[in-house]
Structure formats: C-alpha cells, structure tokens
C-alpha cells in the first residue's frame, strides 16, 4: 500500500494488488480527519486493505467515530465494510438495492480476489439528495453517472472531491447496467463537479488530479452523446481504445 497525505487532512491509500490483474488498474480508499468522525471512503477488497488504510490513519491523524461512505455498489468498493463493525454505512438507496441484489454471488464468483475477510454489509444509512455536514466542512450527495447509485463527497475545507468511479483515466467508464446508462444525467453529474470548482480530485482508480481530468472526462461523453470525434489526450491510447469500445456497448452502439 501506498499512502499519501491530500490537503490538511485528508489520507489517500492506494493498493495495487489488481494492477497485474485482467482489471489492470489501482485501487484508492481514501479517509477524511473529520471534526468529529474519520470519514472511510470505500472500503476495497476486504479487511486486509481496511486494516492497512488505518493503521497508517492512526500513525498521521487522530481516530474518531468512523462513518464509512460507499461511492457505489461495485464490488471493490464495499467487501471491507465489515472490517469496521461500529461505522454506520452511507450510501444511495439505489447502492443498497444493487448489493441486496448482486452482492453475494459477485463475492463468491470473484473470491480469489478477497484480501483477508470480506462480506456483503448493506447500507445503515440512505443518502437520497445532498447533505451538508457543516460542523465537517463536507457535503456529501449522489453522483449518478458511472452506475446510476453513485455518491461523492466534497471537503469544503481542503477543496477535494472525491469521487468514486465517475471519473477516470484517461476517459470515464460507462456500466453496462441494468438499468441502461443515462449520459445526460453522467453529463450533469460532471457539470456539478466543475461547479464545486475542486482543487484535488480524487478517483478510486487513478492519481490524485485536478480540474483538467473532469473537463477531460466531460469532453469525452459529451462527444459521446453528440456523435463528434473525440481525441484522447496522453499516452493512454491503448486504454482509451479499451474503454471506449466497451462504452460504445454499454450504450448499444
């Protein structure tokens, strides 16, 4: 595990254990100093990775009463939920009606993918429109684009968005669903992220970035939905070629 310190209080912990993988990417959990709770944002594949992520917490910053926010229901964001028993889980209600319906048996086709204990802990609480959490300086809201029960979290004081897997590199990555994607609403989604204005951003399969990987990701599916050419930026191009093919089947082109 790599870890890394964003703003004044903010630990991004990246794990590389998929990089090698047919999945070929790095994985973030990414936790917040709150006022009054530690804020975990995903909790990757199982407890060993929980453990790690808070070991190196407890070494930088004070540990509070935790709350743990799942971005969306995929199955390497939430098998460490359990890890952490006392933490009540955030998420969409659309997240908890996904892990009721797939969890268990995505855990047991992908088990070789566990990293220690790992099981299916269904939301507490249900975030259905924005919340500000003042005293935390955070605002928390869904963020449907990716898969439709995305959540994201923007640390006013830090000026981070963290945002799940609604962005990417070196384009986003749209599920197949069911139910079918919606890029107008992934278009939105995206607008609201340039609105906030973020000085960091955050994505749970890529470095830390700024403003210019939001307007990159949005420029791609708007090409998407207008039918224009979009040229990819970087030398991804073999990723982009990766993406781009599975997205055009995902929105049956």
Same mark, same amino acid.
């Not at 453990?51 to 709350?67: T, V």
């Not at 609604?166 to 278009?187: N, Q, S």
């Given at each position: 595990?790599?870890?890394?310190?964003?703003?004044?209080?903010?630990?991004?912990?990246?794990?590389?254990?998929? @990089?090698?993988?047919? #999945? +070929?990417?790095?994985?973030?959990?990414?936790?917040?100093?709150?006022?009054?709770?530690?804020?975990?944002?995903?909790?990757?594949? *199982?407890? $060993?990775?929980? &453990?790690?992520?808070? /070991? &190196?917490?407890?070494?930088?910053?004070?540990?509070?009463?935790?709350?743990?926010?799942?971005?969306? %229901? %995929?199955?390497?964001?939430?098998?460490? %939920?359990?890890? !952490?028993?006392? $933490?009540? !889980?955030?998420?969409?209600?659309?997240?908890?009606?996904?892990?009721?319906?797939? *969890?268990?048996?995505?855990?047991?086709?992908?088990? $070789?993918?566990?990293?220690?204990?790992?099981?299916?802990?269904?939301? /507490?609480? @249900? !975030? &259905?429109?924005?919340?500000?959490?003042?005293?935390?300086?955070?605002?928390?809201?869904?963020?449907?684009?990716?898969?439709?029960?995305?959540?994201?979290?923007? /640390?006013?004081?830090?000026?981070?968005?963290?945002?799940?897997?609604?962005?990417?590199?070196?384009?986003?990555?749209?599920?197949?669903? =069911?139910?079918?994607?919606?890029?107008?609403?992934?278009?939105?989604? @995206?607008?609201?992220?340039?609105?906030?204005? =973020?000085?960091?951003?955050? +994505?749970? %399969?890529?470095?830390?970035?700024?403003?210019?990987?939001?307007?990159?990701?949005?420029?791609?599916?708007?090409?998407?939905? /207008?039918?224009?050419? #979009? &040229?990819?930026?970087?030398?991804?191009?073999?990723?982009?070629? +990766? #993406?781009?093919?599975?997205?055009?089947? +995902?929105?049956?082109?």
């Amino acid at each position: 595990m790599d870890a890394q310190r964003i703003g004044s209080r903010g630990l991004l912990c990246t794990f590389d254990d998929l @990089l090698s993988s047919e #999945y +070929a990417c790095l994985t973030n959990i990414y936790l917040i100093a709150g006022e009054r709770h530690t804020f975990i944002i995903d909790t990757g594949l *199982g407890s $060993a990775w929980v &453990e790690a992520a808070l /070991d &190196e917490f407890h070494r930088r910053f004070e540990f509070r009463s935790p709350i743990i926010l799942t971005t969306h %229901h %995929h199955w390497d964001h939430v098998w460490g %939920h359990a890890a !952490v028993p006392e $933490a009540p !889980v955030w998420a969409t209600p659309l997240c908890r009606d996904f892990l009721a319906r797939d *969890g268990e048996r995505i855990l047991k086709e992908l088990a $070789a993918c566990r990293r220690g204990s790992a099981s299916i802990r269904l939301p /507490d609480v @249900l !975030v &259905e429109s924005a919340l500000d959490l003042a005293e935390e300086a955070l605002t928390i809201f869904p963020s449907p684009g990716h898969t439709p029960d995305g959540l994201s979290v923007f /640390d006013r004081r830090d000026k981070t968005l963290v945002a799940g897997d609604a962005l990417e590199w070196p384009v986003p990555f749209i599920d197949p669903g =069911p139910p079918m994607p919606d890029l107008e609403t992934y278009i939105a989604t @995206l607008n609201r992220y340039l609105h906030l204005a =973020p000085d960091v951003v955050i +994505a749970s %399969h890529a470095s830390p970035a700024g403003l210019e990987l939001i307007a990159q990701n949005l420029s791609y599916l708007e090409s998407l939905r /207008d039918g224009t050419r #979009y &040229e990819p930026r970087g030398p991804n191009d073999e990723r982009f070629d +990766a #993406y781009h093919k599975a997205n055009l089947a +995902a929105l049956g082109r």
